[in-house]
């Protein structure tokens, strides 16, 4: 679907490693099994499971790169529009979400990218 978020291949064999043990609980702890679909796209393959289980609900960690948060947010939308269920959405794998970070007024020390004045403004927000 997104060819630029493909990962590399050390972190395709962390990922299948990672799976297969999260796979080996789920079966040991709850006699689940860990699903795998491929699909021409997240919503195809959303669309199919909740066909499957006839789920109510999706809940997802949010992505920040760009192209991944405007893919979800379709998604979301054509499930609550298709399917009418209920989606939430939870941080991801940041401390403080993006939005939450306020740049002081009259910033002048550089661009978005530079780090410092981006973690001092994260002085200010209570501990995540």
Do not use: C
């Not at 630029?4 to 080996?24: H, I, Q």
């Amino acid at each position: 679907e997104y060819k630029d978020a493909v990962p590399g291949a050390a972190t395709r064999a962390f990922l299948k490693a990672s799976l297969a043990s999260l796979d080996k609980t789920l079966q040991a702890k709850y006699g689940n099994r860990l699903v795998f679909l491929r699909a021409k796209s997240a919503l195809q393959a959303v669309e199919h499971l909740i066909h499957q289980t006839k789920a109510s609900h999706l809940f997802y960690n949010r992505l920040y790169e760009p192209t991944l948060m405007d893919r979800d947010r379709k998604l979301a939308s054509a499930l609550v529009k298709s399917y009418k269920v209920r989606v939430r959405s939870y941080p991801g794998y940041l401390l403080f979400e993006p939005n939450n970070i306020h740049m002081p007024t009259g910033f002048r020390g550089g661009h978005w990218g530079t780090l410092i004045p981006y973690l001092k403004a994260t002085y200010n927000l209570p501990p995540p």
